[in-house]
Structure formats: C-alpha cells, structure tokens
C-alpha cells in the first residue's frame, strides 16, 4: 500500500441510526463480520472496513450502538483520529447518541463529523431541526462539529460529499506531527490464522513498526517478534503512523493475548496499578459519601475493574476538574496524558472520564500523602515542569530517558536527555551515576538528605569521640534504602564532595568541627605513642603497652584505630603498628642499602633495624606489599614504589 494520507474514523451513535450501513455504502464493505451480527441485524463487536477517496486511505472502525456493546465502542474509539456521529434523521437524538458523544468528548476526539442519515425518510425543515439538536449536544460536550452531511444509504445522498470531507481531513493531518516516536498499538482483536499463527489488530497509535521488529506485549511484558504486518490485507515491511494494522507474531499463542493488551517499543511502558488522574468529569450518584468508588476504568481498547479515591471530598454528586487516584485490579500500561473512560461497576453507565496525571502512581498515604502542587504541574505545566516533577516524584528510583518521556509525555528519549541536560543546567536535578545505571534525582531530594546525614553525622561523632569521623567505606551504607544498592557508592561520593563535611584521613566529619578528643583520651594517646615511637622497630603488642590498663583496652583500640586515620601509626600486620616516624625511617634504611648493595636478605634487614624475626618478617612483607621492595630469589631489590633517591 502507498504512503497515501490517511485517516482512521470510528463512527458513533445510537441503535439502528445507520452506522453499519453508511460505512458498507462509503467502502463498499459491510462492517458487521459476525453470523449472529447478520442474524440480529445489529452490531455486536468492532467492525473494520477500509476505501481509498480521492488518493486517500480511509480505515473505518464501526462500532455498535447498543447499550449492552458500550465497552466495545470504548475500545474502538480509542484508537481513532475522526468520529462521524450518525443520527438517524428521523429518529433525531437518543440515549446512545448522547453517550458516545460524552465517550468522544472524554476521550478527546475533538474532530467530529454529523452525519444525519436514513434522510430519504425526511423532509428538510425536519433535518434542519434535527440538525439543530445534535449540535447542541455536541456543543453541550465541547465538541464543535466539522459539518454536517446529510445520507441516505438508499438513494447515496450525501455518500460522495462525506467521501470528500474525510480525504481532506486526512490530507490535514498527514501534514501534522506525531505526538510520539515509539510505537504503540493498542489490541483490539486477536486470532489465528492456520499456518500463521496468531494474529493482532488495531489502530496504531504512534510510530513505526517493521518486520521482525522486537516488541514488548503488556501487561504481561512478553517479548515477541513481528513475523509479517498488514495494512488492509496488504503486506509491508514496516508501517509509521496512526493506521489500522494487523500483525502476525512469533513467540505468543492465542491464548496470551486479547483485546486489552498493548504491543510496545521495548522499553517504554510499565504496569502499573496506580494512576493519578485529573477527572474532566464523574457523576457519583447516591455515592458522594463513599471514600473509595468501585468502578470500571476504560483505558485505550482495555477494561478493567478498579477503585477510585478523590483527591478532596466532593460537594455534589457530579465533580469535575478535580484529582483522583485509581487503583486497578490488575496491572495496566498508561501514558502521560492518555484519556479514559469510567463506568458503573456493572458497565451499565458511563460515569465520567479523564487523563492520566502519572501512569505509574504510588498509594496515596497517610506517610505519602497526594502531592497536589505535582499534579498540578503535570496537569497544566510545560514539558519541562513534568519532567521536573517526574523525577520528583521518583525520588531514588531510577528511571532511563525512554521511561521518563513516558511519564512526562515528551516525544521520545532524545527530548528527555536534551531536557534533563537543562534541568540540570538550571540546578533542578543533578545525575548519580554508577556502572550502567542512571539516577536522575531532584536537588529537593539531595538537600534532605544532605540535612538528615549532617544531623546523623554530628550524632555520630558525638556518641563517638575517640572515633577519627565516619569512615568513607561506611558511608554508603547511610544513603536511603530506597536508593539501589548500586548507586548508594556513587551517591555517597556525591556526599563526600559535595555535603558539608570535610574528609579527614579517609574519615567523614561535619565542615568546620573538628573531632575533638576528650583530654583523658589525649594524655592516653599521647603516652601510647610515646611508646610506640621508643620502641623503635621492635614496637610494643597492645598486651605489653604500659599505658594499658584492663579498664582501657577497648580505648586504646579505638585511640590506635584514630592514629591510623590520622596517620600517626602504620598498620604493618594484624595487631602490630610502627610509629609514623618510624615507619618513614625504617623505608629510607632499607631503600637505601638496597642501593648500596643492590639487593638485600631478611637477615640483612633484621640487622640493619637491630629487631627480631616475629617483626622483621612480617614488616618485609609489608614492604613487599606497598611496593616499596621486591623479592628476587632470596633477595628484596626497590619495588616499584620505591621513591627514587628515598
Ligand atoms: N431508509 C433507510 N434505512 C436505513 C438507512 N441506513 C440504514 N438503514 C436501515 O436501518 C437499519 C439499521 O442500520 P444499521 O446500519 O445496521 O444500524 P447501526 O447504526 O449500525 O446499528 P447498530 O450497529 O446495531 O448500532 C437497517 O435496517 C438499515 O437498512 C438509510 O439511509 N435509509
Ligand atoms: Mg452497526
């Protein structure tokens, strides 16, 4: 098939007025597929036809009129760029007429056309009044029709002009921008075909799809593979743009996959179970005292039961414009700013309609409460005021680019890598980064945390004050649980450089205090290194330290674990520690015989440090260790780290 324009058009109205027959006499198709459709002489589920007007690809989507078959207009309508709303002329406007003008209304298909058909049965005084009330209703509903074509299916009255207006107003379109770039086709039929397998059709909403093209399939998140597509029978590499598609899948059964379910780009969606609406209306009768309403929640050609709580206790029994929260009964897939339908629990009544705020919500908590000023800036803030608040929202949770344009509504990935490099520019947010995953986190979150750690770590060093701060390796373990445990290294370095807090010797203390060791604790220290230093390279084992007592052991741990951290002590085994001063000394010896002789034993060592064998051993070890000597047969040469001329 060309890349002609095109248009997809759902039609609309009650009962009998005519919707199947102006389609069969548009495309030369008849809508009605089923044996018990023929049979009943009435429209049960979708129908589909498609004509070519004046170098256009029109798809139709018929849908039933009857009450009983409401959610199965819901679904066709979804998907669909133009409503023709047909109203028998002699029978004017009826209670279908006026719900899915509301279902239009709520899902936002501004583009209406009036078709007042069954006109052979008419005079014109009598349609122009007919004529008359259906656009008051249409008005009523803030839909303004394009025009209004006057049919008859018996003598194709008005057939030719409607033909007319529906290539122009795909020609408009073709001319306009897609809202987004990743593909999405909401399912509305799914079958097999013997030696093909299974078979799904809808209307694309957005994007382009090709030929073994991975998908995502939701709810369920299955991967599987486009084995063939179609357009109106004809087979095509790949398809861009709103039309209606029929694909052939490998890697899902029939039983898998039903109306309802959403084939994606991978890695877009994410099911949810809460959604943050803003409801454009809800009549709510005998039930505004109710906390939480039980309702079917219609969502692109889905539908399922959910629970709705509102934002504020309503005033009267019909509310609109107001923020709610739905809670469905099983995981959905939703987009920013997608539009839906409620209706009564029994899908008797539609009761109202809305958008999503944010598809993928929390449960609004007494600890969590509704976030009114977010949803404010989703409902009517610019792209970049969602994003903002997107990833507000988020708090620790990260998300890739391709999902926050799914939640902001942004065309697509590059949009929200460009916007987030200005979010960022403008101090909004600020990027953690750690091995291939990505936290982009709002500078409210930072500074909070920032405060809780400073509070946490003057505690600390209170409740500790022979502790040199809070050792660098322990502080990711301070970050939030709810940061994961991979980036919790990259956002505690993002402390460390950024917090108020000053690094001394690889421990953490707050900017400007300085830990401040009790005097008793000084006069310890004081002795304990006095008696490090004395002993030289033969220096004491805690046991033997005089200025040890039974009482202060643990101290002195603590105090020598300090002198490390401050560099006064230099840990050379488990439990054996060197003066600083005497570490330094010991390395300019040994690295300067070694350059008087070219190589040295242990024993050579020992002599030169005039100690024993228990510290010789393992302080050449040490050395060998940091580099500082080498060992070559039975010899230490200068190691790699061996500073020249030291
Ligand atoms: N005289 C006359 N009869 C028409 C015209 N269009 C449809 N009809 C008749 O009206 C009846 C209903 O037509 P359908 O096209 O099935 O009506 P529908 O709106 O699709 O009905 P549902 O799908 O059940 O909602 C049929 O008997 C048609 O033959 C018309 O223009 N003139
Ligand atoms: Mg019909």
Redesign the pocket.
């Known amino acids: 098939m060309s890349d002609a324009p095109k248009l997809v058009v759902g039609?609309a109205?009650?009962?009998?007025?005519?919707?199947?027959?102006?389609?069969?006499v548009l495309t030369g198709t008849d809508p009605?597929r089923l044996p018990e459709?023929k049979v009943r002489?009435?429209?049960?589920d979708l129908g589909f036809a498609h004509g070519q007007f004046d170098g256009c690809d029109i798809s139709f989507v018929?849908?039933?009129?009857?009450e009983r078959f409401i959610r199965n207009m819901v679904a066709g309508a979804t998907g669909i760029d133009v409503a023709v709303l047909?109203v028998?002329a002699d029978d004017s406007v009826m209670p279908?007429t006026r719900e899915h003008a509301e279902v239009l209304s709520l899902l936002g298909v501004e583009r209406c056309i009036v078709a007042l058909?069954?006109?052979?049965?008419v005079d014109d005084e009598w349609a122009d009044a007919v004529e008359d009330e259906v656009r008051g209703l249409l008005t009523g509903f803030g839909i303004q029709p394009l025009c209004c074509v006057r049919?008859?299916?018996?003598?194709g009255r008005g057939v030719e002009e409607l033909r007319g207006v529906l290539a122009r107003l795909a020609r408009e379109q073709s001319r306009q921008a897609e809202p987004y770039r990743w593909f999405c086709l909401p399912i509305d039929r799914s079958f097999v075909i013997p030696g093909r397998g299974t078979v799904v059709t809808g209307s694309v909403a957005h994007g382009t799809v090709s030929r073994e093209d991975e998908l995502e399939l939701w709810p369920t998140a299955e991967r599987v593979r486009v084995r063939d597509l179609q357009s109106h029978h004809d087979a095509r590499d790949s398809a861009a743009g709103r039309r209606r598609l029929a694909l052939n899948l490998a890697g899902v059964s029939r039983e898998d996959v039903a109306r309802g379910y959403t084939l994606a780009t991978p890695g877009y969606l994410e099911p949810a179970r809460f959604l943050d609406v803003r409801l454009a209306t809800l009549r709510m009768p005998g039930k505004t005292r109710k906390d939480v309403l039980r309702l079917r929640l219609h969502i692109a050609t889905s539908e399922v039961l959910a629970e709705l709580r509102l934002a504020d206790k309503p005033e009267s029994e019909t509310v609109s414009g107001v923020f709610a929260q739905v809670k469905t009964a099983e995981p959905i897939v939703a987009t920013w700013g997608q539009r839906f339908i409620l209706r009564d629990e029994s899908g008797m009544r539609t009761l109202g309609g809305g958008r999503v705020l944010r598809p993928v919500g929390r449960l609004w908590t007494a600890r969590r409460p509704i976030q009114r000023q977010g949803l404010q800036a989703l409902f009517e803030g610019q792209p970049a005021a969602r994003l903002e608040e997107v990833i507000r929202a988020a708090e620790w949770q990260p998300l890739d680019d391709k999902r926050l344009s799914v939640r902001a509504g942004l065309r697509d990935e590059q949009e929200a890598a460009e916007m987030c490099r200005r979010l960022m520019g403008a101090g909004k947010i600020r990027v953690i980064e750690a091995a291939s995953l990505r936290l982009c986190v709002h500078n409210s979150h930072l500074q909070a945390l920032s405060e809780d750690l400073q509070r946490r770590l003057k505690e600390f060093i209170a409740a500790n004050p022979r502790l040199p701060g809070l050792a660098r390796a322990q502080a990711p373990a301070w970050m939030p649980g709810a940061c994961p445990p991979r980036l919790r290294q990259a956002l505690a370095e993002w402390w460390v450089s950024h917090g108020p807090v000053t690094l001394e010797h690889d421990h953490l203390v707050p900017a400007g205090k300085r830990q401040e060791l009790p005097q008793v604790d000084q006069a310890l220290l004081n002795a304990m290194l006095n008696e490090f230093d004395a002993g030289a390279f033969q220096p004491p084992l805690i046991a033997e330290l005089k200025c040890r007592t039974p009482k202060n052991e643990k101290r002195i741990r603590e105090l020598i674990e300090l002198s490390m951290a401050q560099g006064k002590l230099v840990r050379f085994a488990p439990d054996m520690w060197l003066h600083e001063r005497r570490w330094k000394e010991l390395v300019e010896r040994v690295t300067g015989a070694i350059r008087e002789r070219g190589g040295i034993t242990v024993a050579d060592i020992r002599t030169l440090l005039n100690s024993s064998r228990k510290y010789v051993v393992p302080i050449v070890e040490a050395l060998d260790a940091a580099g500082i000597t080498r060992r070559v047969g039975d010899l230490r040469q200068l190691g790699p780290k061996a500073q020249a001329g030291a």
């Open positions: 039609t109205g009650h009962i009998d007025h005519g919707k199947s027959r102006l389609v069969w009605d459709e002489g009435m429209t049960i018929d849908v039933p009129g009857h047909v028998a279908q058909s069954k006109m052979d049965l049919t008859s299916a018996e003598d």
